[in-house]
Antibody, heavy 120, light 110 residues
Framework: QVQLQQSGPGLVKPSQTLSLTCAISGDSVSSNSGAWNWIRQSPSRGLECLGRTYYRSKWYNAYALSVKSRVSFIPDTSKNQFSLQLNSVTPEDTAIYYC??????????WGQGTLVTVSS | QTVVTQEPSFSVSPGGTVTLTCGLSSGSVSTSHYPSWYQQIPGQAPRTLIYNTNIRSSGVPDRFSGSILGNKAALTITWAQADDECDYYCALYLVGDIWVFGGGTKLTVL
């Protein structure tokens, strides 16, 4: 059974970089059938898929337009995990961040979520 | 930018049937959007109910079903129960290899 364990700070200062990591067990980050999402949720923006990374003979990344210039997803095959980096954060980036495994057209397994607050 | 639309709220009587919908601000929803549905109890992470239009996720009761109705995706709940009262979200796969979620429907069972 797939398990996703998130880690990272819950408080980030404005203009700094938000970094979260998702450790995967029960599947491989370089699986040819899965994709890995970061999805966030806030009262003002609802559920927002920040993007997805997946491996199909090579790595592919797709990012939401709203964060495309500031976001990176970084897979680490040696540790079987993937990370989120979101640069130049503002209070608008305050949200619960979920790492999510996606297979078969929208079948998602969600991590436990991490509340990240952007504040000085 | 394309917006995914859902009813903000809906109510159903216990034992009744309700159909929630998921549309696009521009165009029709089809199976190529791989409509998926998620249930979220307050304070918890969402869980998958339906994916790829009409496939139930493991452990989801057959009271929940997905379909395309007209130009929208639909989630139908039959024999509604008190613990079905929570938030429901749909997501669609759009151009640019990205998924977009709807704003969610708050379902009341009373």
């Amino acid at each position: 059974q797939v398990q996703l364990q998130q880690s990272g700070p819950g408080l980030v200062k404005p203009s700094q970089t938000l970094s979260l990591t998702c450790a995967i067990s029960g599947d491989s980050v370089s699986s040819n059938s899965g994709a890995w999402n970061w999805i966030r949720q806030s009262p003002s923006r609802g559920l927002e898929c920040l993007g997805r990374t997946y491996y199909r003979s090579k790595w592919y990344n797709a990012y939401a337009l709203s964060v495309k210039s500031r976001v990176s997803f970084i897979p680490d095959t040696s540790k079987n995990q993937f990370s989120l980096q979101l640069n130049s954060v503002t209070p608008e980036d305050t949200a619960i961040y979920y790492c999510v495994r996606e297979v078969s057209g929208g079948n998602r397994k969600w991590g436990q979520g991490t509340l990240v607050t952007v504040s000085s | 930018q394309t917006v995914v639309t859902q009813e903000p709220s809906f109510s159903v009587s216990p034992g009744g049937t309700v159909t929630l919908t998921c549309g696009l601000s521009s165009g029709s929803v089809s199976t190529s959007h791989y409509p998926s549905w998620y249930q979220q109890i307050p304070g918890q992470a969402p869980r998958t109910l339906i994916y790829n239009t009409n496939i139930r996720s493991s452990g989801v009761p057959d009271r929940f079903s997905g379909s395309i109705l007209g130009n929208k995706a639909a989630l139908t709940i039959t024999w509604a129960q008190a613990d079905d009262e929570c938030d429901y979200y749909c997501a669609l796969y759009l151009v640019g290899d990205i998924w977009v979620f709807g704003g969610g429907t708050k379902l009341t069972v009373l």
